[in-house]
């Protein structure tokens, strides 16, 4: 599924890939059944990203804010997770959150940019779902330099998610890439 096919992801998209400086032609949109092991399993779910790298990884994930900013109700970052123990990249997100479906408190925590929004969300006992809307390939070649703890690989597979509250409001969109763990 291509997300750009749906108006209301399409904003989004455009917005924060100009922003994170790559271009949405670098990106092929595959079904889900065209990405690899072991990465499907670690992006084709309904799940949180958060807590699904936690496990594969066996270690927790920590924040590495690279950019953000506001527009509009939204607050958007580009952010690396990385292992605590080891300090290795696991994922790459460009995510967009609407602060206004969050309490204060919440809004705060998130802000602070010390966690990652699944770890957060867990943490309080946020209930939530995760829908995914697309899923891609993207060349090394095409990612930009700032990317390059992501290793070296010459591709790397990612979706475009959204996390959603129980009333079906938006919380969050997330471009989701992860790297080729076996390549540091």
Not at 19 to 30: D, K, T, Y
Not at 137 to 150: D, G, I, T, Y
Request: hydrophobic share 40%.
């Amino acid at each position: 599924m291509n997300p750009n096919e749906h108006s209301s992801s399409e904003g989004f998209l455009s917005k924060a890939l100009a922003r994170a400086g790559l271009s949405p032609e670098v990106f092929i949109w595959r079904s889900s059944e065209e990405i690899p092991e072991p990465f499907r399993a670690l992006l084709v779910h309904e799940g949180d990203m958060t807590s699904t790298l936690e496990r594969f990884h066996r270690e927790r994930m920590l924040l590495e804010v690279l950019a953000e900013g506001h527009s509009d109700e939204c607050y958007y970052r580009e952010v690396i997770l990385k292992g605590e123990g080891t300090g290795r990249a696991a994922e790459f997100g460009v995510i967009e959150i609407e602060l206004d479906n969050f309490s204060q408190a919440l809004q705060k925590l998130i802000l602070r940019g010390e966690q990652p929004l699944g770890g957060i969300l867990n943490q309080n006992g946020v209930a939530y779902k995760s829908q995914p809307l697309g899923y891609f390939s993207v060349a090394r070649e095409a990612l930009p330099p700032k990317l390059s703890p992501l290793g070296c690989a010459r591709l790397f597979f990612g979706r475009y998610n959204q996390l959603k509250c129980q009333k079906d409001a938006c919380l969050a969109r997330i471009l989701e890439i992860i790297p080729d763990f076996h390549h540091p």
